[in-house]
Structure formats: C-alpha cells, structure tokens
C-alpha cells in the first residue's frame, strides 16, 4: 500500500499570470511526496504552459480541456485516481496575485490536527465580499453554529473524510443544484457538507487577498452559490444562541473608492434589479434571507427561492455602498455584525417574523 500524501489542486482558466506563483507557493507548502493537479479549462495553452514548465518537487498531474466551471474542474481533480491516497488535499485560487506558502502550510496542518475542513480568513476592503458579508457569512452562522469569516474564500484544505464524502454528495445532487455546484456554488458545497464531518477552522492572514474584481461577476456568483447555501441549510435545526464570538469579527479593510468606479457599480447594480420591482421595506436585511430560506425549508425548490431573493439582494448591496462610503471601518463592522445577530434571532426566535 502506498504511503499517504498530500495534494494540491489548482483550477484556473485563462491565467497564466498567476499560476506559476500559485504552483510555487503550492509546492513550497507540502511536503515529500506530495503531487499538484492542474484542473484547466483555459481557452489557450498559456495557463497550461506555464504549469508544465513551472519547476516543482511534487509530482504533477495536467488536466486540460475541462468543461468551464470551477466546481466541475474541482471535482474532476477529486475523482483522479492520482489523488486516491492523499489524506489532505489543498485547493488554492489560482487568481491570487500573492500567494502565500506559509498560509498554504497552516490551512493543511489544521486538517491533520484533526479538522475535517479549513479555510483562508482574509479582511476584505468595505466593497468587497457582498455575498460573503450580507448573506453567505450570517446564513452559515444562523443554521450551522459554524461562524466562518470567508466562506467562500477559495484557499482551503480538506479530509480524507471530507473529500469521499464530498464526491459521493456531489453524484447524488439533483440536475439543477449539480450545475450549481458546477460553478461558484462549490465553495458553499465543500464547506457545509464538510460540516456535518468534523471541525471547520479558519486561518487568518493579515492581508487582504489581491486577485481580480468578482463585483462584475456577481449575478452568476449569486445564482450558482446561493441556491446551494439555501439546499445545504435550509434543514438544519438553527442553534437556540447568536452565533458571533467576536463583536468586532467583521474586518472591513478600509479604502476610497473613485467616485466614477461607485457610481459604476450602483448603476450596474441599478440595471440589474428585476422590474417592477417593488422593495418591500417592513420586510429590511436581512429578513428576505430568512423568508428565502424558510422558502426552501417548506419545500421550495433553492434555485426559486434564490431567483425572489435576488432583487432583495441587489438593494441591499446598492444600500451598503450608498452608506457604508461615509462610514468608518469600525460603523461598518459593527453594522455587518448587528445584521448577522438579527439573522440569527430571526431564525430561532419562534414568531420573530410575524
């Protein structure tokens, strides 16, 4: 029998900047034995050139020409035979302009001290993490007892346990949350099914990540991950306490932002809100994530209960940068902070809603 070891798998498309820095850091961060899978869908060979002539210790495995969607290249890697004896498996964003070897090191040694899942804690700048800040983060809380800074950070680490599991749920998924997962609701998938395994930890780093803007991203982010997060919470019992250890758990990295780059994004914000549209303001964030998840909770399919949260969404991020550009790092922490204790109120307090 072979000897276990540890892997790394690095998706990526179409970004041949950064993936010799990622497989470096990668590297330098496992030890003897270990093997780097390069999970690519790129529309050119650059990405992939570069991995292949990127020098390394560990043995490396080349997957090209994978369908597009980081969950269907991550799971790809998950099932190659290569990967059968890992006992940690690292999966690093391969659009991080700084990657960090040290970072790399403690997220697998958090899983071989025992945790079936970990991942990177970074501070995020106060327009930055929308989905993680407003919804991802709190709903995670609320349902699970599992308070997790950046859920949906991309630098992660898991179990051998977790990984089997994490293949098998992914086979058994009905079609319309299989695509989900396909794209960028595997981060959400990984996490919580990883979940119910054993303890879930966070690294932080110091410094927020450097990689490019997810913002123009955002209505598919939202419509792969969200119906994920609401299928994997929405049949949970809610613990009975406010989950938030720290007050001031929220790091909201400062920054002044162009006045022409805001106004871009509210308009962009702007033109994407379904119409007519009606805000239904008795109704404020985050309580439409609550209706949105006791929705699927009484048998709405997620992928539904996603599209009516949707505009919700859209208005309160549009809120968030109207205000939160005159507020002081601290104001918005704390205002991050009282909306993820409220979620949580909302969801175990019986008769809050009404």
Not at 74 to 89: C, Y
Not at 97 to 104: E, F, G, H, Q
Not at 109 to 134: C, K, M, S
Not at 180 to 187: F, L, N, R, W
């Amino acid at each position: 029998m072979s000897r276990p070891f540890t892997a790394a798998i690095l998706p990526s498309r179409n970004e041949p900047a950064t993936i010799a820095a990622v497989t470096t850091a990668a590297d330098q961060a496992m030890g003897e034995g270990a093997v780097i899978v390069h999970a690519d869908s790129s529309d050119t060979p650059d990405t992939a050139d570069r991995f292949a002539t990127t020098p390394t210790r560990a043995g490396k495995v080349a997957l090209t020409g994978l369908r597009r969607g980081k969950g269907a290249q991550i799971l790809a890697a998950l099932r190659r035979p290569e990967l059968a004896g890992a006992e940690t498996v690292l999966i690093a964003d391969t659009d991080t302009r700084t990657p960090d070897p040290a970072l790399y090191r403690a997220l697998l040694d958090q899983v071989r001290d025992g945790a079936a899942f970990a991942i990177a804690d970074y501070p995020r700048h106060w327009d930055e993490a929308n989905l993680t800040n407003h919804l991802a983060r709190p709903l995670i809380a609320a349902t699970t007892g599992h308070d997790v800074p950046q859920p949906l950070a991309g630098d992660l680490a898991l179990s051998r346990r977790a990984l089997d599991t994490v293949t098998r749920a992914a086979a058994e998924l009905p079609p319309d949350l299989a695509r989900c997962v396909d794209g960028y609701g595997i981060d959400a998938f990984l996490l919580l099914t990883a979940a119910g395994l054993g303890p879930v930890t966070s690294v932080r780093a110091d410094e927020p990540k450097r990689h490019a803007a997810s913002f123009p991203h955002l209505p598919v982010i939202f419509q792969q991950a969200v119906p994920v997060l609401l299928h994997l919470t929405a049949h949970r019992t809610p613990p009975p306490a406010p989950i938030l250890d720290d007050p001031g758990a929220y790091r909201t990295d400062d920054r002044v932002l162009a006045p022409d780059r805001l106004t871009g994004m509210l308009t962009t914000l702007a033109n994407l809100t379904p119409g007519p549209h009606r805000y239904d303001d008795e109704r404020p964030w985050p309580l439409p994530a609550a209706d949105a998840w006791r929705a699927v909770n009484s048998g709405t399919p997620p992928t539904e209960a996603a599209d009516r949260l949707w505009p919700h969404y859209l208005h309160r991020v549009h809120d968030w940068l109207t205000c939160a550009q005159h507020a002081t790092a601290q104001h918005r922490a704390d205002q991050l902070a009282a909306a993820h204790v409220r979620l949580n109120t909302d969801l175990t307090t019986p008769g809050v809603s009404t």
